[in-house]
C-alpha cells in the first residue's frame, strides 16, 4: 500500500514540474518612465500613459511605444512576432495596462495622440462604446486594428501629410486629422 501511495505522490509531483517548465515565463507589461523613457519607432519621449503600448518578444524584450499606432509601425517595419497576451495597451481612460487580445479599440480622427495615429483603447467594452458614440466612431477588436490599412492619422508615417480618414470606415471626424509635426 505504501508504494502505491508513494508512486501516486511521485506521479503528482513530476506532473506539477512538467507543467511548471512548460507554462510561459512572462514578466508582464514594462514600467515605463513616463516623461524619460523613449518610443522604439520614433526616438521621442514617451510622455502620456493612456496612449502607450508595448510587447515583450519570445527572447523576453520588451519595446514600448508612445501609442498603439507605433507599435503597429514597427511590428510592420520588423516583423516581429506578436503574442497577443504579451502585447498592451493602455486603458485610455484608467491607464491601466491591458492585454491586446482582450481590450477594445476606438480609431478616431477627433482625439490625437501622440503620434497622431488616434486609436484609443479600452478595457471595458461599455466604456469603449461609450466613447465612440460620443465621437460618432466604431468599437473594433485587435485583429481589425492589425488589419488597418497605412494612412496618415491612423496608422502610417506621422511625418506625411497625407492625413486621411480610412476607407469606409467611420473614424468619429470628417476632419482630417490636425497634429502638431515635431517629430
Known amino acids: 500500500m505504501n508504494q502505491r501511495i508513494s508512486r501516486t505522490i511521485m506521479a503528482i509531483l513530476v506532473g506539477l514540474l512538467v507543467a511548471a517548465c512548460g507554462s510561459a515565463d512572462t514578466t508582464g507589461p514594462p514600467d515605463i518612465n513616463y516623461g524619460r523613457d523613449l518610443c522604439v519607432q520614433c526616438g521621442m519621449i ?7 503600448a508595448a510587447y515583450e518578444l519570445a527572447d523576453g524584450t520588451q519595446k514600448s511605444f508612445d501609442d498603439v499606432g507605433g507599435l503597429i ?3 510592420r517595419q520588423t516583423g516581429d512576432s506578436l503574442d497577443p497576451e504579451k502585447t498592451w495597451v493602455h486603458d485610455s481612460e484608467t491607464e491601466e495596462w491591458v492585454a491586446v487580445d ?3 479599440f476606438v480609431p ?3 482625439v490625437t495622440s501622440p503620434m497622431g495615429h488616434s ?3 479600452f478595457s471595458d467594452e461599455d466604456r469603449a462604446s461609450a466613447f465612440a458614440t460620443d465621437v460618432g466612431g466604431e468599437v473594433i477588436d485587435w485583429s481589425t486594428v492589425m ?11 506621422h511625418h506625411t501629410d497625407t492625413d486621411t480618414p480610412m476607407g469606409d470606415m467611420n ?3 470628417e ?9
Open 147 to 157: 488589419e488597418l490599412p497605412d494612412v496618415g492619422g491612423l496608422i502610417g508615417d
Open 73 to 75: 509601425v514597427h511590428q
Open 102 to 104: 482582450v481590450a477594445y
Open 175 to 183: 476632419e482630417p486629422n490636425q497634429h502638431n509635426d515635431n517629430g
Open 119 to 121: 486609436i484609443l483603447s
Open 108 to 110: 478616431t480622427l477627433s
Open 46 to 52: 514617451i510622455s502620456e500613459a493612456r496612449f502607450a
Open 171 to 173: 473614424m468619429g471626424s
